[in-house]
């Protein structure tokens, strides 16, 4: 596609879960519009003209005055390029055969940069689109003469190629209406139906249950010819030969009129019908003969064709299947009635609409010769000529509803034949004059049984009552009741994440449940991990849920993932949020704390009905999330004096909170006593008010799964701030008689309050030392708060860099931190050691008995093997008893 001399792409991403736009998946194109920017249409000299004249049916959108004809409306009063791009992407897509509507075009925050989102079907057709948009409305700017077709023709071509099948779609759709979740797991057309443990697999109508066995004798027509026969159902009578002489001499014996047809091809592929006399029948052999080397030579038997659906030993539609065919006007000649047919908007190529173009090309010349016609022939008023003599619908046939004409015996039959096979879903073919009547008693016969039969032609009949097959396959997988969803819970906040859905993680598995758990350190199955590495993403948590072991999921769920790509999953059943504090602002478009939230909200909007939303009644910022919730509420707080939390318990809602040195659990207008704080380890009985705000945190989650109270109990004896349940978080350890704490602390509040009980945790007379860094993609205002927030925890910092400095010069992050340290604390001793063992190095040179070196880590493994570097394997210790008395400000 040429490149845009005015219009620059800067980026275009696919979102296919829940998102900041919408709730459908869309693909976000980023655009810089130049000196266009800020100049409305209403001021390009026949810009508006042009447009209309290369996209008439624009007249049609609504745009936001919500009718007719809005957009043309606002193109005329003038709108920016971005939106007359937005609504040329959405036309392309309809025009090659999409279900578009929805769109969306923001400034976003540089001079110059719109956003453009449109709804898609196929992501692949969609990013065209865009592009072929934007070239568009570029080549208008510059006066250029533009076409249309050619990017309708590549977006038809990428349409066939990468967009589900008709049979697939229908099984998605179907699955969709039922509220069961959907994953495509390919380009092509395998899909899950369901989440984790409870999902179903499907590829076009083949599913998980169907046997592999079967597929391979279904695919053997000859096998199954002779299996049906042996057990008294009617077939063709022929033979199986391997060359021109063997056919010829099946044909003296049989006699009459042949099918000639490949053993194992499909769709019709290499199938000559009524072949008559041994030229002929050389012929046809030689077509099998391409598909395959052994080929099937039987009588052609008289009658129409049908295909007969069963799912799990049940009919479920039945379909009269006539060849492709046009009827003569008695003015226009065969090809010209071909291409008239052809332009009905239901056909176009291969599998990809309801019915198949009709076919000219040479096998369809010989079929016409076979009735004494050729494609420049004009055809007399009300005659028929085939096209061809198959009936598949992949070769431009048509359906006939007949599921009310079946006989009951041909239907017991077909369910039979399936059964023979051993086929869940299968398409039997069936030839007889009247479907109505015993195939055994008017000369009918069972041609074929298939596997993976395709289920278009009973939604889309051309005539009768449409079949919805694709739900008969969905509910054949699904009981009534179920929907394919395992428990699912979202946790999303500023700090707490990881160590919340661990907890979470660890009750589900005393539970009884397999668990999964996807968080910034890893992707874990109950204790296996699969995968180490951030993963709070939605790539992530689509990793959690395409695993059919998983019983339970959690899934940190943090903003960038949410900003660049959408949601991992369509809802949930649990939302948690931790708190909201200063992190990331100034990045990704996030300017503030209120935009923070709304990236974070979008969490809280996706809890299905009948689920919960887990908040923080101590964190204004997130009980205003409340009122964005359409479920049930559970606030957690560190006091029942907080006054959301009072008001929410007096009209009858839930809470965890503490009182006193006990976890109280309000349900039903009762207070029940959970645990003490000195049996949850995790905690330091008590002390550390981040994490005992984690605890309160996965119990309000706990308590909306139902997990056992023992379940939890148990978990919160069982949680110890170490390497086995929850490293790099509080984690206490000792290395040749030095104290360290190692955590990932990386914003402001965090880091005041890890320092703050950091000091705590020093004996009489110690100092707080710091080893620390912040993420280098951070902004320099943002870093600055993170060096005044250091400067005002610790009594001494040595100034890190992370490996990955993302974008970023060496020594540029810590120098912008010790600048700001300086001008918080000027006499604080700060210094910049950039390689992280150094650092370590240097606060245990300065470190004594009575001192705790805090570190904060990039990589964990990679930070605990600078630790046994320099002295053999942590030693891990337990809290001890804190000499200074001090209160910990909550994250």
């Known amino acids: 596609m040429k490149k845009t001399s005015r219009l620059v792409i800067k980026s275009i991403r696919t979102l296919e879960g829940p998102n900041l736009h919408t709730y459908q998946p869309v693909v976000a194109m980023l655009v810089s519009l130049g000196a266009y920017s800020d100049i409305p249409t209403s001021k390009l000299t026949s810009f508006n003209k042009n447009l209309l004249g290369l996209l008439p049916n624009l007249k049609e959108h609504h745009c936001t005055r919500g009718q007719r004809g809005g957009f043309i409306q606002r193109l005329l009063q003038g709108t920016l390029l971005g939106h007359v791009i937005e609504h040329v992407a959405l036309e392309l897509q309809v025009l090659s055969g999409m279900n578009v509507v929805y769109g969306k075009t923001r400034a976003a925050h540089q001079d110059g940069l719109y956003r453009v989102v449109v709804e898609y079907q196929c992501a692949e057709v969609a990013h065209y689109a865009l592009r072929a948009a934007v070239e568009l409305v570029d080549g208008l700017l510059d006066k250029r003469v533009m076409s249309v077709a050619p990017h309708i023709e590549t977006m038809e071509r990428l349409r066939a190629r990468y967009d589900l099948g008709p049979s697939t779609r229908a099984v998605v759709e179907a699955a969709k209406r039922r509220g069961i979740p959907v994953l495509r797991l390919n380009k092509g057309s395998l899909v899950q139906l369901g989440y984790g443990a409870r999902q179903q697999r499907i590829q076009g109508t083949l599913t998980q249950h169907t046997s592999c066995i079967a597929v391979d004798i279904a695919t053997d027509k000859e096998m199954t010819k002779a299996l049906l026969s042996q057990h008294g159902i009617p077939v063709p009578p022929g033979g199986l030969v391997t060359s021109e002489q063997e056919a010829v001499g099946l044909l003296r014996r049989l006699r009459g009129t042949m099918v000639v047809k490949p053993c194992d091809s499909n769709q019709g592929k290499g199938v000559s019908l009524k072949v008559q006399g041994s030229h002929s029948l050389r012929k046809a052999y030689r077509v099998a003969a391409t598909y395959s080397d052994r080929v099937i030579v039987e009588r052609y038997i008289e009658g129409r064709n049908y295909r007969v659906l069963v799912v799990a030993g049940e009919v479920i539609a039945v379909s009269e299947r006539i060849p492709a065919h046009v009827m003569g006007d008695g003015r226009s000649t065969i090809t010209e009635l071909t291409n008239k047919m052809n332009e009905d908007p239901r056909r176009g190529l291969g599998h990809e609409k309801p019915l198949t173009r009709l076919p000219m090309d040479m096998q369809t010349l010989s079929v016409l010769g076979s009735q004494g016609l050729a494609g420049d022939d004009v055809l007399p008023e009300g005659r028929r000529a085939y096209l061809r003599w198959n009936a598949n619908l992949s070769t431009g046939g048509i359906a006939h509803d007949a599921t009310t004409d079946i006989a009951p015996a041909n239907a017991q039959m077909a369910v039979e034949a399936a059964r023979l096979v051993d086929l869940d879903v299968a398409g039997v073919d069936i030839i007889a004059h009247d479907i109505g009547q015993d195939i055994r008693q008017s000369n009918g016969a069972v041609i074929e049984v298939n596997a993976a039969p395709g289920i278009r032609m009973h939604h889309y009949p051309n005539r009768g009552i449409p079949r919805d097959a694709g739900l008969s396959i969905v509910n054949y997988l699904f009981a009534t009741s179920d929907n394919g969803r395992i428990p699912l819970v979202a946790v999303t906040g500023t700090n707490g994440k990881t160590t919340v859905s661990r907890l979470l993680a660890h009750m589900g598995r005393n539970g009884g449940k397999v668990t999964g758990c996807a968080c910034s350190d890893g992707v874990y199955v109950d204790e296996q991990c699969l995968l180490l590495g951030d993963a709070s993403g939605p790539r992530s948590a689509r990793m959690m849920l395409e695993n059919p072991r998983v019983e339970m999921a959690v899934l940190e769920t943090a903003r960038g993932g949410m900003i660049r790509a959408g949601l991992g999953f369509d809802e949930c059943d649990v939302a948690v949020v931790t708190n909201l504090g200063d992190d990331h602002v100034g990045q990704d478009g996030i300017d503030n704390l209120d935009a923070l939230r709304d990236v974070k909200g979008l969490v809280v909007e996706v809890v299905r009905p009948g689920g919960t939303v887990v908040l923080n009644a101590d964190d204004a910022m997130v009980c205003s999330l409340a009122r964005r919730a359409r479920s049930r509420i559970i606030y957690f707080g560190l006091t029942a004096d907080n006054v959301a939390l009072r008001d929410h318990m007096d009209s009858g809602g839930q809470a965890i909170y503490c009182r006193g040195d006990h976890i109280f659990q309000y349900t039903g207008n009762q207070e029940l006593p959970l645990i003490s704080l000195a049996s949850v380890p995790c905690t330091f009985a008590g002390r550390y008010l981040p994490n005992v705000a984690n605890v309160l945190a996965a119990l309000g989650a706990a308590m909306a799964l139902g997990i056992p109270p023992m379940a939890m109990i148990r978990t919160l004896n069982e949680f110890k701030p170490d390497a086995r349940c929850n490293p ?29 009980f950091g000091r705590q945790l020093c004996n009489q007379g110690g100092k707080c030392i710091g080893v620390v860094t912040a993420p280098g993609d951070r902004t320099n205002a943002a870093l600055r708060r993170f060096g005044q927030a250091l400067a005002y925890g610790f009594d001494q910092l040595i100034i890190k860099e992370d490996t990955d400095r993302r974008g970023r010069q060496p020594g540029e992050t810590a120098q912008i931190i010790k600048a700001a340290v300086r001008a918080a604390k000027p006499q604080l001793p700060v210094e910049v050691m950039l390689s992280e063992q150094q650092a370590i190095e240097r606060a245990l040179e300065h470190s004594k008995g ?6 904060l880590y990039e990589t964990y493994d990679l930070t605990m093997n600078v630790l046994t570097n320099l ?21």
Not at 747 to 754: E, G, T, Y
Not at 871 to 891: D, E, I, L, N, W
């Open 728 to 756: 790099g978080r509080l984690e206490i350890i000792e290395v040749n008689g030095y104290r360290l704490c190692v955590d990932y602390a990386h914003n402001p509040p965090a880091v005041a309050a890890l320092a703050q």
């Open 871 to 891: 002295g053999g394997k942590p030693t891990h210790t337990t809290c001890p008893a804190p000499t200074v008395a001090g209160k910990a400000s909550q994250v």
């Open 850 to 855: 009575d001192d705790l070196v805090v570190v």
